[in-house]
């Protein structure tokens, strides 16, 4: 690695399915275009005014793609809103997650690979759409439910729950943030998670590729592979977790993808 010589090649540019060596060009992508200090952040918001303990209005609980979201953070959200002196939200509670676009797999995907090795992708899943003894559909939904049902908890009434978009210049109530990103990709890598290496796919494509999808996502990538002199001759990236059919790696782009890292002392930390 110190080097970068090949000791070994046997095929090295023949384009082979690469597994979850696919996310390591994820890894090497979010590290390059998010930084070593970026969080993901999930908020609520508000329209509407406060009136004593009353909020009338609606509220809408944001996801910004966080993998690692679980319900004892939409806890601590709840607590926020709660600690503004609200006791009623006289209007609806709803999730939103128009960060991303609407599809619950990657492209190439065989059928059995939803829910059994990934659970549906969406910019707000709680608890990795774990909801009452099953995996939810609509995770955004699912834990638009949550929300309400912690905020309850915390001694705060509202109304049904529902999907939407929280309008332009809605009043921010509350917010939490997930580890630092270098944290989240260790545990992605180490556990091969499929379900975190797809939203952060998606995660660059919304914050510098245009658009939360997982194509931007994936251009974003290749073009940082490009710019790092990595040989892209044969390889396909389609997907963030390399469950694609579609998908092609070489071991000449693979090596020289952990040779790059390596020289790099940001990703090497």
Not at 134 to 143: C, F, G, Y
Not at 174 to 191: G, I, K, T, Y
Not at 250 to 255: K, N
Request: with cysteine; charged share 20%.
């Amino acid at each position: 690695l110190s080097t970068g010589k090949p000791l070994f090649a046997r095929n090295p540019d023949l384009p082979l399915a690469p597994a979850s060596n696919e996310k390591l060009t994820i890894t090497f992508a979010a590290l390059h275009e998010l930084g070593v200090t970026y969080r993901f952040r999930t908020e609520v918001f508000a329209r509407g005014y406060q009136d004593g303990f009353t909020w009338h209005g609606d509220v809408f609980l944001k996801g910004f793609g966080d993998p690692t979201l679980t319900s004892l953070q939409i806890e601590r959200l709840a607590a926020q809103v709660a600690g503004q002196g609200i006791t009623r939200i006289a209007g609806r509670v709803f999730g939103d997650e128009s960060w991303f676009d609407s599809r619950r797999t990657a492209p190439g995907w065989k059928a059995g690979f939803f829910i059994n090795e990934c659970p549906p992708l969406s910019a707000l899943v709680v608890d990795r759409a774990g909801y009452d003894r099953h995996v939810a559909s609509q995770p955004a939904l699912a834990a638009a439910g949550v929300f309400r049902q912690l905020l309850r908890k915390h001694g705060v009434s509202s109304g049904a729950v529902g999907l939407g978009r929280a309008p332009a210049g809605a009043l921010a109530l509350a917010q939490v943030e997930s580890a630092p990103l270098p944290d989240v990709l260790r545990w992605m890598d180490r556990e091969s998670d499929n379900f975190a290496a797809e939203l952060i796919a998606k995660e660059l494509g919304a914050e510098v590729g245009g658009a939360g999808t997982t194509a931007a996502g994936v251009a974003v990538v290749r073009r940082d592979l490009a710019a790092a002199g990595i040989p892209l001759a044969g390889v396909r990236i389609v997907d963030g977790s390399g469950l694609s059919l579609e998908d092609r790696l070489t071991a000449r782009a693979l090596s020289a993808l952990l040779v790059s890292t390596w020289d790099d002392s940001d990703l090497h930390q």
